[in-house]
């Protein structure tokens, strides 16, 4: 009897389900619609919120970044002008505002013109001239003591709602800095003197707004499963109303995460923008991975070759030129030359007016370096407003230890390289002009080359430069001379070598004659004429 009445039981349930298909039919898709929603909306929910988390840290990122070059570039360079800091810089003819008041302009100002962006920062112990500088809710003294009492945390955050509006509150320690310390404790108003390198000054938070997706999929989940209950047609009409509503929903979220990719977007441009002001191979030699590593005074020491370069008659061609095009002749004459220099595994330390300074770990390198550069020259001359003819350089190449660092002041510092190779290299460029040549080398150089036999060299001497009491053995690099002339050169590298043996040694007469045998075979040789004039006015 038990058995047959689970039977019956069972049967009349089968029955309902055939006698109600719709109702049936419309509570599945009613519990899958259901479903679909709950865990769409606990995925936007979730994206929501990591997103903007996300841009609230790269938000504050840039405020911070934005703080520290003010103190840097703007704040250290205007006291040595007698321009002063104080808070109530306006008030004041000739000061400007402290870091954190300016830091607090921009984000009332960035809050001004996105009303769903809000910005604190404060402190327990704020400035007595900041009335609203303490925390002004329950989460700002949370997050004041949670981020004081654990250092380690790098942000605190929460999720609230309020009136059905849900917001995102960040906040992140102020730590303080080693430059930041003297001048809060040593300030006669300031509310605390005994600040540490290390310890939380204060809370730099920012409140977001989210998108209300979660409203909006919970509104149109009701109407739907309403109407669902009138039948399958109009269950698949409001489904695809459902899947309208849902796009739109999704599309708060994807134009969220295109603001958050934007943001990235800026924030990459300008770490790119700080990799152009110091190489990466610089960092590299001084085994940092990013410039914010960089601290004062870091240092390694290495053999290099030094590269110079000059425009010989740059003087000539900017007196023709506005200053406008005198930046345009500069710029693209180093757009050429520097991809030149990381082409052959070098890299720039330094543009010092139409004057190129760059480094190289191997010297045949640098040669090979200099002669593409003497080689690209006829590109150089150009452009809209170069009308000045030919354009010629002299460079200077010397090999030897060097010392590559940072020096400066906590708030400015620059990387630069300490050597006499680095001078010795200048003055080689500079000899170039003196002998008539395009391409100078060090004896020191000359060593280093691991295939000397790819370059057209020969010797011109031991050479006084200015600062180094021994005299030092310089080798000319022709490689770059019209065909005819590196040919005689070559021809008479022999002769050329003991005229100028016999002319240090004295023998004026002797030397004179090879040189004019020189010329006889290539008159065009500049150093040959410059050494025959020398002994002939002797």
């Known amino acids: 009897m038990v058995e047959k009445a689970r039977v019956t039981t069972g049967t009349r349930r089968l ?106 920062l404060y402190s327990d112990f704020p400035w007595p001239w900041r009335v609203d500088g303490g925390p002004r809710d329950a989460f700002e003294k949370a997050a004041l003591g949670n981020l004081r009492e654990n250092l380690d945390e790098q942000s605190y955050v929460r999720i609230t709602t309020n009136n ?88 708060l979220v994807e134009t969220y995460a295109r603001e958050t990719a934007a943001t990235n977007l800026v924030l990459t441009k300008t770490n790119a923008a700080f990799s152009r002001f110091v190489p990466h191979e610089f960092l590299g030699f001084l085994r940092k991975e990013k410039i914010i590593d960089v601290s004062l005074g870091d240092n390694a020491q290495k053999e290099m070759t030094v590269l110079f370069s000059d425009i010989r008659n740059f003087t000539t061609i900017s007196e023709k030129l506005s200053p ?104 080689i460029e500079g000899l170039s002009k003196e002998y008539g040549a395009t391409l100078l080398i060090s004896q020191t150089t000359m060593n280093r080359l691991k295939h000397p036999e790819e370059f057209k060299s020969r010797c011109i001497g031991h050479i006084q430069v200015k600062g180094k009491t021994d005299k030092i053995i310089v080798y000319e690099i022709f490689n770059c001379d019209p065909d005819e002339l590196a040919a005689a050169k070559l021809e008479t590298r022999e002769w050329f070598e003991e005229a100028v043996s016999l002319y240090e040694a004295g023998n004026l007469e002797t030397s004179g004659a090879l040189f004019r045998r020189c010329l006889e075979k290539a008159p065009d040789d500049s150093a040959a004429s410059i050494f025959l004039s020398r002994c002939n006015k002797s």
Not at 77 to 98: L, N, T
Not at 198 to 222: C, D, K, M, N, Y
Request: net charge negative; charged share 15%.
């Open 164 to 251: 059905g509006v849900r917001t995102l509150r960040y906040a992140r320690p102020v730590i303080m800095q080693e430059s930041c310390v003297g001048c809060h404790n040593s300030m006669e108003s300031s509310p605390k003197k005994d600040w540490k390198v290390g310890e939380v000054r204060g809370v730099h938070a920012v409140t977001l707004t989210l998108p209300v997706i979660s409203t909006v999929i919970l509104e149109r989940f009701s109407s739907t499963s309403l109407l669902m209950l009138g039948g399958t047609v109009i269950s698949l009409l409001l489904l695809a109303i459902f899947i309208r509503e849902l796009r739109r929903s999704l599309l």
């Open 15 to 120: 029955s309902w389900f055939y006698q109600h298909p719709l109702v049936f039919i419309g509570s599945l898709f009613v519990i899958s619609i259901s479903l679909i929603v709950f865990n769409i909306y606990s995925v936007a929910n979730a994206l929501t919120e990591e997103s903007a988390e996300q841009y609230a840290e790269q938000y504050l990122n840039a405020l911070a970044q934005a703080r520290s070059t003010y103190s840097s570039e703007v704040v250290a360079r205007v006291r040595d002008h007698g321009i002063k800091i104080s808070q109530d810089y306006r008030a004041k003819e000739g000061h400007i505002p402290f870091p954190a008041t300016f830091s607090i302009i921009l984000s009332n100002r960035i809050s001004d013109n996105h009303l769903d962006i809000n910005t604190n």
């Open 324 to 427: 406008e095009e005198n930046f345009a002749f500069i710029n693209n004459y180093l757009s050429i030359m520097g991809p030149i220099v990381r082409e052959h595994g070098g890299f720039i330390d330094k543009y010092i007016g139409d004057a190129i300074m760059a480094l190289f770990p191997h010297a045949d390198d640098a040669v090979k370096t200099a002669i593409s550069m003497l080689q690209q020259l006829p590109n150089c001359g150009h452009g809209e407003y170069l009308h000045y003819g030919v354009l010629r350089i002299g460079i200077g190449l010397n090999t030897g230890h060097l010392m590559l660092g940072t020096i400066g002041e906590t708030d400015r510092m620059e990387g630069t390289v300490i050597s006499d190779a680095v001078n010795v290299a200048s003055r």
